[in-house]
């Protein structure tokens, strides 16, 4: 009873990740509901230091980096000016969004960008015993990881699940994950 009820709010919670859920005993078709391919994402894009200082100072300037993320725009080492990297990346990427990043000291302008992102869908595992191997058998969890899911006819009689095989037969793709190992609902097929 504590296993189907674990089972149970596992769907429930998981509702963004499956679309049929069921006693232990049933199948669990584990899906993800992302369906957009394209999506809105920060990218982060170089900002050339030396173009911002010839076009705010003059051709005779030039970029210098002084340490750090510091930089300076100088013709020599009495002559220097400021950089504004807002100003850089507003006039370089249209963007007044800027990251340092310190592990590479270096500048960023960060730009939002339509990007692809692959598309996660269900993994139908109650499917893939069926083909496998036959009729009779059905999916089911029998623990709490995502590689607790086995096909059955009953206690005695369980073989494996290949979730990239399912998602070749399903998908037509070898490519699959899981989102958390802890949930045996986080497969899915990325395609």
């Known amino acids: 009873m504590k296993r189907t009820l674990t089972l149970i709010a596992a769907c429930l919670a998981s509702l963004a990740l499956t ?6 005993e ?4 584990v899906a993800d509901s992302s369906t957009t ?3 809105t994402q920060d990218v982060r894009k170089g900002v050339n230091m030396d173009s ?4 705010q100072y003059g051709q005779q300037f030039y ?5 750090g993320g510091a930089w300076t725009c100088q013709t020599d080492d009495h002559n220097r000016r400021p950089i504004s990297v807002v100003q850089a990346c507003t006039w370089q990427q249209n963007t007044n969004r800027v990251v340092f990043d310190q592990a590479q000291l270096a500048w ?3 730009v939002s960008e339509q990007v692809w992102v692959p598309v996660r869908v269900g993994v139908n595992m109650d499917a893939y015993c069926k083909r496998q191997y036959g009729q009779a058998f059905a999916s089911k969890v029998i623990g709490a990881t995502v590689g607790d899911w086995v096909c059955q006819t009953s206690d005695h009689d369980r073989r494996p699940i290949s979730v990239k095989q399912a998602c070749i037969w399903q998908q037509n793709t ?3 994950g899981f989102t958390d ?4 609902l986080s497969w899915y097929c990325e395609r």
């Open 174 to 176: 070898e490519r699959h």
């Open 19 to 24: 679309t049929a859920c069921g006693t232990p």
């Open 37 to 39: 391919e394209w999506r």
């Open 26 to 29: 049933q199948a669990c078709t």
């Open 52 to 55: 911002y200082c010839k076009r």
């Open 181 to 184: 190992r802890n949930n045996p």
């Open 108 to 110: 960023y302008c960060l």
């Open 63 to 67: 970029a210098k980096h002084t340490g």
